[in-house]
C-alpha cells in the first residue's frame, strides 16, 4: 500500500469514528451523508475468470513454467521436484521447497492432489503441508476415508485446529486451498502483540474461521510464539509421499 492511500485510510477511518463518537455523545442523530466519505479509492484490479485464476495483482509462484520462484529447503540450491505439463509433484527425499521472496499478511491460493493409487494409511497417505512462514502449517493429507487425528486430517491447522467440515475430495482429485493469513504483530521488546490468523477455503468451503494460532505449528509439545521477522518465506513440504501441485499463487494484503 503507498504511503497517500495508507494515509487517505487513516484518515477516512479518523474521520469516521470522530463523527460517530460525538454523535453517540451527544446523541444526535446524522443524516446518512455524514458517515460517507469517498476517500481512499480502492485501486482497480482484474478479476480471475474463476475463482482458480489469479488476479491482476498476484504474484505467480507456480504456473507450470518453471520453479524459478523456488529454493530448496536444505541447502538453497535448484529445487528438483519434478514438472510434468502444468503440474508440480514432490520428489520425495529431496526436501520441501521455499519461496525466494518473503511474505507476511497475504491471500495464497493452491490447487494440490494426492496420489491416485493409495498407499499407506493415516498421517503416512498423501502427506505434505504449506507452512506459511516457514511456521504455521495448513495441513495436506489425503482425508477421503483415510482416519487420522482430526487436528492433523486435511485443512487442519496442524495440531492446533481441526476443519470445520471434511472436504477432501478422492485420491487422484484435486483439491483447492484458498488460505487468507494475517501474521502476528510483536513489540519491538519481543511481547505479542495480536496472534497469527488462519481463514482456510477448501474446495470453496470455510474450513478455518478466522482462527488464532496459539503460535508456530509444533508436532510435540505446546506451541508459543517467539518474535520473528514481518515477512518469510512460504514452505512446501516434502513429507516422502508424491503430492501434485499447480496454479500456485499469492496476493500480498498491506
Known amino acids: 500500500m503507498n504511503i497517500s492511500l495508507k494515509s487517505g485510510l487513516l484518515a477516512g477511518t479518523f474521520v469516521f469514528a470522530s463523527i460517530t463518537a460525538i454523535a453517540q455523545e451527544k446523541n444526535i442523530e446524522l443524516p446518512p451523508e455524514a458517515t460517507e466519505f469517498y476517500e481512499p479509492v480502492p485501486q482497480k484490479i ?13 504474484k505467480i509462484l507456480f504456473d507450470g513454467s518453471d520453479l524459478s520462484a523456488f529454493l530448496n529447503e536444505k541447502d538453497g540450491s535448484e529445487p528438483t521436484w519434478n514438472i510434468e505439463g502444468d503440474v508440480l509433484t514432490v520428489n520425495p527425499g529431496t526436501g520441501g521447497i521455499v519461496t525466494k521472496e518473503n511474505f507476511g499478511d497475504m ?19 498423501g502427506n505434505s503441508g504449506v507452512i506459511i512462514m516457514g511456521k504455521y502449517e495448513v495441513q495436506i493429507l489425503d482425508s477421503y476415508e483415510n482416519d487420522t487425528y482430526t487436528n492433523g486430517q486435511a485443512a487442519s491447522i496442524y495440531k492446533q485446529s481441526p476443519p470445520l467440515v471434511n472436504a477432501t475430495k478422492a485420491p487422484g482429485e484435486w483439491n483447492t486451498y484458498d488460505i487468507i493469513f494475517t501474521a502476528p504483530r510483536f513489540n519491538e521488546d519481543g511481547m505479542l502483540l495480536s496472534p497469527a490468523k488462519l481463514t482456510v477455503l477448501h474446495n470453496g468451503v470455510v474450513v478455518q474461521n478466522n482462527y488464532e494460532l496459539r ?24 513429507h516422502g509421499n508424491p503430492v501434485s501441485f499447480r496454479n500456485i499463487w499469492v496476493r500480498e494484503l498491506e
Open 46 to 58: 482484474e478479476a480471475g475468470e474463476s475463482t482458480n485464476t489469479p488476479a491482476s495483482d498476484a
Open 107 to 125: 491471500q495464497l491460493h493452491l490447487e494440490w492432489r494426492s496420489p491416485s493409487e493409495i498407499k499407506g494409511e493415516g498421517q503416512g497417505r
Open 215 to 238: 503460535g508456530p505449528t509444533e508436532y510435540i509439545g505446546i506451541p508459543n510464539y517467539t518474535k520473528h521477522e514481518e515477512k518469510l518465506p512460504i514452505h512446501f513440504q516434502d
